[in-house]
């Protein structure tokens, strides 16, 4: 069967001011085209890539900026912790030195008689449950501690109280079966500036 082939006339397909192309121009327009296509998909492609890699630059710098920021804020806050540690230890201290001064002042406030008789009675308590007991003070306590120990006597048995030039006149040495403690004002004095700082420190 022959082929049918319809031939119309250029003029009445073309409007005025309309251009015709040649064929391989028109192939070459439509290739354009396809690249510009290609190049637009790939422009916004680069945007897209451009843009996520801007958030995961700027949540990585967020994270590391964080982080910087926590371990900065740590380390101040140990080296704060580390300054009032130290502050509060100097604290202490000069508190326990005002303490110290200020119940030595009381100690010394009261007379030797006094102290002395303290003494003795908180080396009782140490030897207390002995059944022979010996006293030893200074010469000028001996009526005072005698007289002191004259009712503790009837409770606790035999006491003796013996005169020592060598003891100071706030110092007592009490001799027993339970054993021997010397007392005096000062080193109950140190027993309780080693207190002090024990519970400080």
Same mark, same amino acid.
């Given at each position: ?7 119309? $006339? ?44 801007? %958030?995961?630059?700027? +949540? ?22 580390? &300054? ?7 604290? %202490?201290?000069?508190? !326990?030195? =005002? =303490? ?19 003494? !003795? &009675? ?14 030893? !003070?200074? $010469? ?10 004259? %009712? ?25 079966? =339970?054993?021997? !403690? ?14 002090? +700082?024990?519970?400080?420190?």
């Amino acid at each position: 069967m022959d082929k049918f082939i319809s031939v119309k $006339p250029l003029d009445s397909q073309l409007k005025p001011g309309q251009k015709v192309l040649k064929s391989a121009d028109y192939q070459q327009l439509l290739s354009y085209e396809s690249v510009l296509s290609k190049l637009s998909i790939r422009e916004k492609q680069r945007q897209t890539d451009a843009s996520e890699m801007l %958030e995961k630059s700027i +949540r990585h710098g967020k994270e590391q900026g964080m982080e910087q920021a926590n371990q900065q804020l740590a380390e101040e806050l140990q080296n704060f912790t580390l &300054r009032m540690h130290q502050s509060l230890c100097e604290i %202490e201290e000069s508190l !326990v030195d =005002v =303490v110290v001064e200020s119940v030595k002042k009381i100690i010394h406030g009261f007379d030797d008689e006094t102290l002395v008789k303290n003494t !003795v &009675r908180s080396g009782l308590e140490l030897v207390r449950g002995g059944k022979k007991l010996t006293v030893r !003070v200074h $010469p000028q306590m001996l009526g005072v501690i005698q007289e002191q120990l004259g %009712e503790f006597e009837k409770t606790a048995g035999h006491i003796e109280v013996l005169p020592d030039g060598v003891l100071k006149v706030d110092e007592c040495i009490l001799e027993s079966d =339970v054993g021997i !403690v010397s007392a005096s004002v000062e080193q109950q004095v140190e027993a309780l500036v080693k207190a002090l +700082r024990r519970m400080s420190f």
